[in-house]
T-cell receptor, first 113, second 115 residues
Protein backbone atom coordinates (compact mmCIF):
# COMPACT_ATOMS: atom_id res chain seq x y z
CA UNK A 1 0.00 0.00 0.00
CA UNK A 2 1.27 3.46 -0.91
CA UNK A 3 2.15 5.37 2.23
CA UNK A 4 3.91 8.49 3.47
CA UNK A 5 5.25 8.79 7.01
CA UNK A 6 6.62 12.01 8.46
CA UNK A 7 8.77 12.37 11.55
CA UNK A 8 8.94 13.80 14.05
CA UNK A 9 5.29 14.62 14.60
CA UNK A 10 6.29 17.81 16.38
CA UNK A 11 9.57 19.66 16.75
CA UNK A 12 10.49 22.63 18.88
CA UNK A 13 13.70 24.52 18.07
CA UNK A 14 15.47 27.58 19.34
CA UNK A 15 16.04 30.32 16.83
CA UNK A 16 19.22 29.51 14.93
CA UNK A 17 19.15 25.80 15.83
CA UNK A 18 19.32 23.85 12.55
CA UNK A 19 17.49 20.56 12.13
CA UNK A 20 15.92 18.18 9.62
CA UNK A 21 12.44 16.83 9.02
CA UNK A 22 11.98 13.37 7.56
CA UNK A 23 9.50 12.03 5.01
CA UNK A 24 9.62 8.30 4.34
CA UNK A 25 7.57 6.93 1.49
CA UNK A 26 6.43 3.64 0.05
CA UNK A 27 5.03 3.97 -3.45
CA UNK A 28 5.26 1.76 -6.50
CA UNK A 29 7.13 4.02 -8.87
CA UNK A 30 7.59 7.51 -7.48
CA UNK A 31 6.63 10.21 -9.94
CA UNK A 32 7.15 13.19 -7.66
CA UNK A 33 7.62 14.19 -4.01
CA UNK A 34 6.27 17.49 -2.78
CA UNK A 35 6.91 19.64 0.27
CA UNK A 36 4.40 22.20 1.45
CA UNK A 37 4.18 24.54 4.39
CA UNK A 38 0.83 25.14 6.07
CA UNK A 39 0.08 27.90 8.53
CA UNK A 40 -2.97 27.59 10.85
CA UNK A 41 -6.20 28.40 9.03
CA UNK A 42 -4.50 28.65 5.63
CA UNK A 43 -4.06 26.46 2.58
CA UNK A 44 -0.72 24.71 1.97
CA UNK A 45 2.02 26.83 0.42
CA UNK A 46 4.13 25.07 -2.19
CA UNK A 47 7.83 24.73 -1.36
CA UNK A 48 9.50 22.08 -3.52
CA UNK A 49 8.97 19.29 -6.03
CA UNK A 50 11.59 16.54 -6.28
CA UNK A 51 11.54 13.91 -9.00
CA UNK A 52 14.57 11.65 -8.73
CA UNK A 53 16.98 10.29 -6.12
CA UNK A 54 19.91 12.60 -5.55
CA UNK A 55 17.97 15.71 -6.44
CA UNK A 56 18.26 18.71 -4.12
CA UNK A 57 16.44 22.05 -4.06
CA UNK A 58 16.95 25.11 -1.91
CA UNK A 59 14.93 28.15 -0.96
CA UNK A 60 16.21 30.60 1.62
CA UNK A 61 16.77 28.60 4.84
CA UNK A 62 15.20 25.41 3.46
CA UNK A 63 16.83 22.60 1.52
CA UNK A 64 15.04 19.47 0.35
CA UNK A 65 16.80 16.25 -0.61
CA UNK A 66 15.53 12.96 -2.01
CA UNK A 67 16.67 9.34 -1.86
CA UNK A 68 14.91 6.21 -3.08
CA UNK A 69 13.17 5.77 0.27
CA UNK A 70 12.91 9.17 1.91
CA UNK A 71 13.22 12.90 1.70
CA UNK A 72 14.66 15.36 4.16
CA UNK A 73 13.75 18.98 4.65
CA UNK A 74 16.75 20.69 6.21
CA UNK A 75 16.13 23.96 8.01
CA UNK A 76 19.25 26.05 8.56
CA UNK A 77 19.29 28.69 11.28
CA UNK A 78 15.50 28.83 11.58
CA UNK A 79 13.61 31.94 12.57
CA UNK A 80 10.30 32.19 14.45
CA UNK A 81 8.52 32.90 11.16
CA UNK A 82 9.47 29.39 10.00
CA UNK A 83 7.02 28.00 12.56
CA UNK A 84 4.36 26.05 10.65
CA UNK A 85 3.28 22.53 9.77
CA UNK A 86 5.39 21.04 7.00
CA UNK A 87 3.59 18.55 4.80
CA UNK A 88 5.08 15.93 2.49
CA UNK A 89 3.17 14.25 -0.34
CA UNK A 90 3.96 11.91 -3.23
CA UNK A 91 2.42 10.88 -6.54
CA UNK A 92 2.80 7.43 -7.98
CA UNK A 93 2.64 6.18 -11.55
CA UNK A 94 -1.05 6.87 -12.05
CA UNK A 95 -2.31 7.00 -15.60
CA UNK A 96 -4.02 9.84 -17.41
CA UNK A 97 -5.18 12.83 -15.43
CA UNK A 98 -5.26 11.07 -12.07
CA UNK A 99 -2.66 12.98 -10.08
CA UNK A 100 -3.83 12.16 -6.59
CA UNK A 101 -1.41 13.16 -3.84
CA UNK A 102 -0.67 10.74 -1.00
CA UNK A 103 -0.13 12.85 2.11
CA UNK A 104 1.85 12.45 5.28
CA UNK A 105 0.39 13.76 8.53
CA UNK A 106 2.92 16.58 8.75
CA UNK A 107 5.53 17.85 11.17
CA UNK A 108 4.50 20.75 13.39
CA UNK A 109 7.52 23.01 13.80
CA UNK A 110 7.78 25.68 16.47
CA UNK A 111 10.79 28.00 16.53
CA UNK A 112 11.27 29.93 19.73
CA UNK A 113 12.94 33.36 19.67
CA UNK B 1 3.34 33.15 -9.99
CA UNK B 2 0.94 30.21 -9.49
CA UNK B 3 -1.59 32.04 -7.34
CA UNK B 4 -4.91 30.46 -6.46
CA UNK B 5 -7.69 32.36 -4.74
CA UNK B 6 -10.83 31.19 -2.97
CA UNK B 7 -14.01 33.03 -2.14
CA UNK B 8 -15.41 33.39 0.41
CA UNK B 9 -12.70 32.88 3.03
CA UNK B 10 -15.35 32.00 5.58
CA UNK B 11 -19.10 31.45 5.54
CA UNK B 12 -21.76 30.72 8.13
CA UNK B 13 -25.07 29.30 6.97
CA UNK B 14 -28.19 27.70 8.34
CA UNK B 15 -28.82 23.99 8.11
CA UNK B 16 -30.59 23.07 4.87
CA UNK B 17 -29.22 25.90 2.77
CA UNK B 18 -26.71 25.64 -0.07
CA UNK B 19 -23.31 27.28 -0.16
CA UNK B 20 -21.10 27.94 -3.19
CA UNK B 21 -17.32 28.25 -2.93
CA UNK B 22 -15.27 29.63 -5.82
CA UNK B 23 -11.70 28.70 -6.69
CA UNK B 24 -9.75 30.74 -9.22
CA UNK B 25 -6.29 30.38 -10.70
CA UNK B 26 -5.14 33.97 -11.12
CA UNK B 27 -2.02 33.74 -13.26
CA UNK B 28 -2.13 30.35 -14.99
CA UNK B 29 -4.55 28.06 -16.74
CA UNK B 30 -5.63 25.25 -14.47
CA UNK B 31 -6.29 22.16 -16.52
CA UNK B 32 -7.10 20.24 -13.37
CA UNK B 33 -8.52 21.45 -10.08
CA UNK B 34 -8.87 19.54 -6.85
CA UNK B 35 -11.15 19.97 -3.85
CA UNK B 36 -10.12 18.94 -0.36
CA UNK B 37 -11.54 19.16 3.11
CA UNK B 38 -9.47 19.25 6.25
CA UNK B 39 -10.51 18.58 9.83
CA UNK B 40 -8.55 20.03 12.76
CA UNK B 41 -5.18 18.43 13.31
CA UNK B 42 -5.69 16.13 10.33
CA UNK B 43 -4.23 15.94 6.87
CA UNK B 44 -5.99 16.96 3.70
CA UNK B 45 -8.67 14.63 2.38
CA UNK B 46 -9.23 14.70 -1.37
CA UNK B 47 -12.90 15.00 -2.24
CA UNK B 48 -12.82 15.21 -6.02
CA UNK B 49 -10.73 15.96 -9.09
CA UNK B 50 -12.12 18.04 -11.92
CA UNK B 51 -10.80 18.64 -15.40
CA UNK B 52 -11.96 21.66 -17.37
CA UNK B 53 -15.07 20.84 -19.35
CA UNK B 54 -15.46 17.37 -17.87
CA UNK B 55 -17.43 15.86 -15.03
CA UNK B 56 -15.62 15.69 -11.72
CA UNK B 57 -14.23 12.41 -10.42
CA UNK B 58 -15.25 11.90 -6.80
CA UNK B 59 -13.35 9.95 -4.20
CA UNK B 60 -14.98 6.97 -2.59
CA UNK B 61 -17.43 7.98 0.10
CA UNK B 62 -17.97 11.53 -1.19
CA UNK B 63 -21.58 12.19 -2.21
CA UNK B 64 -21.54 13.77 -5.65
CA UNK B 65 -25.13 14.97 -5.32
CA UNK B 66 -24.27 16.80 -2.13
CA UNK B 67 -20.95 18.29 -3.24
CA UNK B 68 -21.54 19.67 -6.73
CA UNK B 69 -18.40 20.60 -8.61
CA UNK B 70 -18.26 22.67 -11.78
CA UNK B 71 -15.09 23.44 -13.73
CA UNK B 72 -16.46 25.52 -16.56
CA UNK B 73 -13.28 27.38 -17.49
CA UNK B 74 -9.52 27.03 -17.19
CA UNK B 75 -9.45 29.53 -14.34
CA UNK B 76 -12.57 28.80 -12.31
CA UNK B 77 -13.99 25.87 -10.41
CA UNK B 78 -16.88 25.96 -7.97
CA UNK B 79 -17.92 23.66 -5.14
CA UNK B 80 -21.54 23.84 -4.03
CA UNK B 81 -22.47 22.19 -0.76
CA UNK B 82 -26.17 21.44 -1.12
CA UNK B 83 -28.56 21.15 1.82
CA UNK B 84 -25.73 21.72 4.23
CA UNK B 85 -25.82 20.16 7.68
CA UNK B 86 -23.64 20.77 10.75
CA UNK B 87 -21.50 17.73 9.92
CA UNK B 88 -20.48 19.49 6.69
CA UNK B 89 -18.75 22.16 8.76
CA UNK B 90 -15.10 22.00 7.81
CA UNK B 91 -12.19 23.74 6.12
CA UNK B 92 -12.47 23.38 2.33
CA UNK B 93 -9.38 23.94 0.21
CA UNK B 94 -8.98 23.89 -3.55
CA UNK B 95 -5.84 23.39 -5.58
CA UNK B 96 -4.94 23.73 -9.22
CA UNK B 97 -2.42 22.16 -11.57
CA UNK B 98 -1.27 23.40 -14.95
CA UNK B 99 -1.22 21.10 -17.96
CA UNK B 100 0.39 17.73 -17.24
CA UNK B 101 2.42 19.04 -14.31
CA UNK B 102 1.97 17.26 -11.00
CA UNK B 103 2.59 20.21 -8.71
CA UNK B 104 -0.61 21.49 -7.14
CA UNK B 105 -0.97 25.09 -5.99
CA UNK B 106 -3.43 25.63 -3.19
CA UNK B 107 -5.93 28.32 -2.39
CA UNK B 108 -6.16 29.91 1.07
CA UNK B 109 -9.15 27.79 2.07
CA UNK B 110 -12.78 28.43 3.04
CA UNK B 111 -14.03 27.87 6.57
CA UNK B 112 -17.66 26.64 6.43
CA UNK B 113 -19.77 26.63 9.56
CA UNK B 114 -23.29 25.21 9.36
CA UNK B 115 -25.57 26.12 12.24
Amino acid sequence: EDQVTQSPEALRLQEGESSSLNCSYTVSGLRGLFWYRQDPGKGPEFLFTLYSAGEEKEKERLKATLTKKESFLHITAPKPEDSATYLCAVTGPYAGNNRKLIWGLGTSLAVNP
Amino acid sequence: GAVVSQHPSWVICKSGTSVKIECRSLDFQATTMFWYRQFPKQSLMLMATSNEGSKATYEQGVEKDKFLINHASLTLSTLTVTSAHPEDSSFYICSAAHGSADTQYFGPGTRLTVL
